[in-house]
């Protein structure tokens, strides 16, 4: 079945989470991804071994499967030739140094430009590249320490501040970075442009905090550390401890308040003027708005403890009330493949004598081709056929391999997109 982007054509120099997620889309998507990387070793992430000897591990293998390994040094000008001499056959160009690293080869957008005029570049950073932090190094945590997102996380003022506890900025500039390349390509395809894109770990952090930013420039609304509680402030939108664990709850509504006290027997709650609004909880659309919030906290903290947590997730279900008991994320893949509760992608992957497993990309598409059928390569695994596709003799690789500029790999080889 046909991929969406087949027939595009990607040069990704970019490495660890950000950028290499984003090309990570553009392959399972049909695109044919060009992996370009140090011919010593590879990138960085492939030294996350684990203790296992293989130069595809687990960590890289996830997120760079479908793509082709081109093992070139870009520090040397015969190797910056090279990529230059490619990139007038590609599509998409995505790298994610420091702002003008890749200039000092030849290889920023002016230079791509001028050797394909429509191409759609795409360059990723932690802070952009204008500005006077531009040059910065940049990681998620000290990204999220930054623009306010730790101090988003945990209850009171006074505590420290706590990180979101997986890089979900990185993920996100990967979505976003993905997401304005296929826009770009369908412009291009459109009137025939190309296009630049600055994508930064900043803006990405700013859109996952979209509504607290816009509530501040436009309301001066400042943020608050709401800890478990959810976003809408309904005294019963919040996370509770149950007799056999905790249960985090969504009865947002009026509708689902009163399912929720009917359930826990505190349906008084609902007719207390000292626990609600009661002239907003009566009307037909709106949140629940809390007089004496800790006192409805309490209230329903003494119904929740000696409830059970898994009892009541089905029977809030039920009864439409959203809630989920908190499970650790092995515990929710467990129950999902014992139960198939969820209905997702299961993708796999080869890789070395196994094969890798993922949850998909995130969605699903009816005519999407599934997953693309090659892992992740080994360093330099594609090197050969790709230079000898762009018309480098026999001679000449063999003199680029002993000179360093390039690594060829002597594994079996996936089959190039023609």
Known sequence: MAKPLEGVRVLDLSHVIAGPLTSFYLAQL?????????????EVLRSMKDSVDTDTPNGFAAINAGKQSLALDIRLQEGA????????????FIENFRPGVVARYGLDYASIKAVKPDIVYCSISGFGQQGKWAQRGAYDHVVQALTGMMMMSGEGDNAPPIKVGFPIIDVAVGMLGALSIVSSLH???????GQYIDASMIQASLMLMYPSTCAYLNEGTPTQ??????????????TYQCADGWLAVAANTPAQFRKLAA???VEALCED????????????????VPNDREYVAHRLRQAFASCSATQLEEHLGQAGVPAAKVRKLEEFL???????????????YPQGDGELRTRGLGF???QDGGPTPAGAPGVGQHTRPILERAGIDAETLAQLERSGIIRTHTAAVTPLVS
């Not at 030739?81 to 998409?92: M, Y």
């Not at 959810?230 to 019963?236: E, N, R, V």
């Open 364 to 366: 699903t598409c009816e």
């Open 225 to 238: 550390r709401v800890g478990n509680r959810g976003y809408t402030g309904s005294p019963a939108a919040d």
């Open 263 to 265: 359930v826990l027997g």
């Open 334 to 348: 467990h129950e999902v493949q014992a139960t198939a509760c969820v209905s997702l992608p299961d993708f796999r």
């Open 273 to 288: 003027a000292r626990a609600l609004d009661l002239a907003a909880f009566n009307l037909p659309n709106g949140f629940v």
């Open 30 to 42: 049909g695109a044919e991804v060009i992996k370009v990387e140090p011919p010593q070793a590879g």
């Open 187 to 193: 412009r291009r395809w459109r009137d025939g442009t």
């Open 81 to 92: 030739e090279l990529l230059r001499t490619l990139a007038a056959s590609a599509d998409v």
